[in-house]
């Protein structure tokens, strides 16, 4: 099944509420860390569907015939999405419950930094990638 723009937009909504209960929750001393860890899950489980999704979007789109400026735009924001896939594996890899437990200011820290860089992908997809997903087919409308 081809992926709609309206999909699209709903997973970023989706991910956008959970990443902000989740930067909630950290500032909240009495959360526990594994409410903690599970939150995170959550939001992990969001972000993994979506990142499927998107690499066949950004593996279907041929941007060659796009005008010089918007192809070097796809291209950097392509490599941009290879990179935060990568740190974000690497930032769940280092955060269970008993790593948040022992060490929940840095999980703050880190977690206000990747979600700031996940809203940041999200935006620039919902602004640039997605238009260009339209024009080349690799996505609908709905």
């Known amino acids: 099944m081809q992926a709609s723009y309206a999909d699209l937009i709903h997973e970023h909504e989706s991910i956008e509420q959970q990443a902000d209960l989740l930067l909630t929750r950290t500032d909240r001393p009495a959360i526990a860390a594994e409410t903690l860890a599970q939150q995170l899950h959550a939001l992990a489980t969001a972000v993994r569907e979506h990142i499927a999704t998107e690499a066949v979007i950004v593996d279907l789109c041929d941007a ?9 735009a796809f291209i950097d924001g392509r490599d941009d999405f290879y990179r935060l896939c990568r740190d974000w594996l690497d930032y769940l890899g280092r955060w269970s419950a008993a790593s948040i437990s022992a060490d929940r200011a840095r999980f703050a820290a880190e977690t206000q930094q990747m979600v700031e860089r996940l809203k940041g992908r999200l935006a620039l997809e919902t602004r640039g990638l997605y238009a260009v997903a339209l024009q080349t087919g690799a996505i609908t409308f709905r």
């Not at 060659?64 to 070097?72: E, G, Y």
Request: hydrophobic content about 55%; aromatic content about 12%; proline content about 22%.
């Open 64 to 72: 060659r015939p796009l005008p010089l400026l918007w192809r070097a």
